[in-house]
């Protein structure tokens, strides 16, 4: 058993062709960027992060450096989320679990990571936050499904994995509606409140 923190896995490497691109660098109200949010969110709750983004996305990848993130690039990111996914658990794979996270979430508290975090520290397998019934995003998991996760290709993200382990998902209540946000197309962007 790993002896290391739960950390989080930021997935950052996205094309954004429904936004028209540079989606995680359009600045929110506050002028800060949109995935900046995300990963200061994440940090807030005490989680070391890895970010994972497509080689050659200078301006992001620095951004999310000046966040304090680990950055690392995946080359097969255009392949999808699911590439993304395997990359970053793959390079934090001493990690006791992961709370993977998506940068085009900015409004996640950071409360829900910490809570998700625990909830893995705490023996669960999969767990993830549930806001007035609809079950959102992050979703973490635990170290004993790192070859399942590792494993994982294509745009479907962990969705296999969660389904293998239905009965063992940890719903955690929470009062952030951050959770089922995100920011697809700039029509999003009001969704933000």
């Known amino acids: 058993m790993s002896t290391q923190p739960v950390i989080a896995v930021l997935l950052a490497a996205g094309a954004a062709t429904r936004f028209g691109g540079g989606k995680l660098l359009h600045p929110l109200p506050d002028g800060v960027a949109l995935a900046a949010h995300a990963a200061r969110n ?3 709750a005490g989680l070391e992060v890895v970010a994972v983004v497509r080689p050659g996305d200078f301006p992001l990848a620095d951004m999310l450096e000046e966040e304090g993130c ?7 990111a255009v392949k999808g989320m699911g590439h993304s996914l395997a990359h970053g658990v793959g390079s934090a794979r001493d990690a006791s679990g992961w709370v993977v996270a998506l940068a085009d979430m900015p409004r996640v508290r950071p409360a829900t990571a910490r809570a998700l975090a625990d909830a893995i520290a705490g023996g669960a397998r ?7 019934g609809t079950r959102g995003h992050p979703v973490a998991f635990a170290a004993s499904l790192a070859n399942e ?8 993200g ?3 994995v969660l389904e293998r382990h239905r009965d063992e998902l940890v719903l955690i209540e929470v009062d952030d509606p951050g959770v089922i946000v995100d920011i697809d197309a700039k029509d999003d962007l009001a969704r933000l409140g």
């Open 158 to 160: 962990a969705r296999a």
């Open 149 to 156: 996760l590792t494993a994982l290709s294509g745009d479907t």
């Open 70 to 76: 680990h950055v690392i690039r995946c080359a097969d």
């Open 42 to 44: 994440l940090r807030d």
């Open 126 to 132: 999969v767990a993830a936050p549930i806001y007035n």
